[in-house]
């Protein structure tokens, strides 16, 4: 049986994991502050971490950019001191909710993977049990899932479509795996068939290996 991926998601763990967050904006006296924000906002894609990356890198660009302006040099050198200090300062706070998203993603990434654990034990028990809870079926529209299957797909079962957004594959794959289900007389026995008759990267090997399940 084709055994799950040990490989889980991992952007950071332990409660060490990006403390240079809070280092590098003191220590550069505020001119990299915007190097945390730009790590997260590349892990997170949210549109709060890009804002706080362009406000940060242009409080760098303002210091950098005062001493060729006709402002007198007094006092581009009291706004320079001004943004240092602010930057420096504001920075590893501000970062710190960022820090606390990208540590918190692997512990609920472990959370799933044991959900899918359990899942996949009840169903391999008590398939009957396993389709009443809805077990590797996609919620329907506008109604949750009564039972947390940490996202498990029943690749007997789904569509093309249903497969690549579970499994995150693409529209492509998915589809030479329901071919190949198909071929097969409309479902798979094992796992390691899927691999065998719709030919997939080890990465793609292992998001199946992950999210896919065959109910009885």
């Known amino acids: 049986m ?58 760098t660009a303002t210091i950098l950019l005062l001493g060729n302006t006709s402002i007198p040099e007094d006092a581009a050198g009291t706004i320079s001191t001004l943004l240092i ?16 998203q990208l540590i918190g993603i692997p512990k609920a990434a472990a959370e799933e993977r044991k959900r899918r654990a359990a899942a996949r034990a009840l169903a391999h028990r008590d398939p009957v049990m396993a389709r009443e809870l809805g077990i590797g079926l996609p919620p329907e529209p506008g ?31 998915a589809a030479r795996i329901t071919q190949a289900r198909d071929q097969l007389g409309g479902r798979f026995t094992a796992l390691e068939e899927i691999g065998a008759f719709a030919p997939l990267s080890d990465a793609e090997t292992a998001q199946i290996a992950e999210h896919a399940v065959l109910l009885r």
């Open 2 to 59: 084709m055994s799950a991926s040990p490989h889980s998601p991992r952007l950071g763990t332990g409660r060490w994991a990006y403390t240079w967050y809070y280092v590098v904006p003191p220590l550069t006296l505020g001119l990299l502050a915007f190097v945390p924000f730009l790590h997260a906002a590349t892990r997170l894609h949210t549109r709060s971490a890009w804002i706080k990356t362009a406000v940060y890198a242009a409080g």
């Open 85 to 100: 200090l602010t930057m420096a300062i504001t920075a590893p706070f501000v970062a710190h909710p960022l820090r606390s």
């Open 143 to 173: 109604h949750e899932k009564t039972y947390d299957d940490g996202g498990l797909i029943d690749v007997n079962t789904a569509t093309a479509p249903q497969i690549a957004a579970v499994c995150r594959l693409g529209e492509t794959t």
